[in-house]
């Protein structure tokens, strides 16, 4: 059993006073599988003026299910990406074009990202580039997986989240709501080479 902890999930945009992208994410793996995991926004509603309920906090178990947000999706047909705020580089725009999207939106935090998946915002997230941890990864999966998405590196495999396993996700992420096969099938050959798992 082991538990992944990020305690201020959206560092950078902390920093900036932009609140909404910050999460603190705790996951929980067994036999190096996400099992359990739990996103709080500590500054959600924040923006809603006074008397509003400021936090949330989102939280799944494979097998059982994910709780405190409404599910919903992107319309059929759309392809809206979500990527990296301020850790973009060649590798993620290339990979960001090679989907086709509609629209790109660029936030902050690993979480919130999961979260505009979960709630119809964008249908893909997508970050080629190694700096992700398993931190930044472990909770979301699990919510994500629960209501039938998928998370996995730029090759399709699954992460591993022992006690041994290197904490950064050096082949990148890639998750989505649905249609997962498309959006991998999607990422180029160059940056498949260039992130080895």
Not at 88 to 108: E, I, Y
Not at 118 to 147: N, Q
Request: proline residues 5%; aromatic residues 8%; hydrophobic residues 40%.
């Amino acid at each position: 059993l082991v538990v992944w902890v990020d305690p201020l999930d959206g560092t950078k945009e902390y920093t900036e006073g932009l609140l909404d992208n910050v999460t603190v994410l705790i996951g929980i793996a067994y036999e190096g599988k996400a099992i359990a995991g739990v996103i709080n926004q500590p500054y959600y509603n924040y923006q809603a003026g006074p008397g509003a309920a400021l936090g949330r906090t989102i939280w799944g178990v494979l097998g059982l299910g994910a709780f405190g947000f409404q599910l919903k999706e992107v319309p059929a047909g759309k392809h809206i990406i979500t990527t990296t705020r301020s850790h973009s580089n060649k590798l993620v725009t290339d990979c960001v074009t090679a989907m086709n999207p509609d629209d790109v939106l660029r936030v902050g935090g690993a979480g919130n990202k999961i979260i505009q998946l979960i709630e119809g915002k964008a249908s893909a997230y997508v970050f080629a580039s190694p700096g992700c941890k398993k931190w930044d990864t472990c909770a979301p999966e699990v919510i994500l997986h629960a209501v039938g998405g998928k998370l996995t590196d730029v090759h399709g495999n699954a992460l591993q989240y022992d006690k041994e396993v290197k904490h950064m996700n050096s082949a990148g992420v890639l998750a989505s709501l649905r249609n997962h096969d498309y959006y991998a099938s999607r990422v180029p050959e160059s940056v498949k080479n260039a992130l080895v798992p």
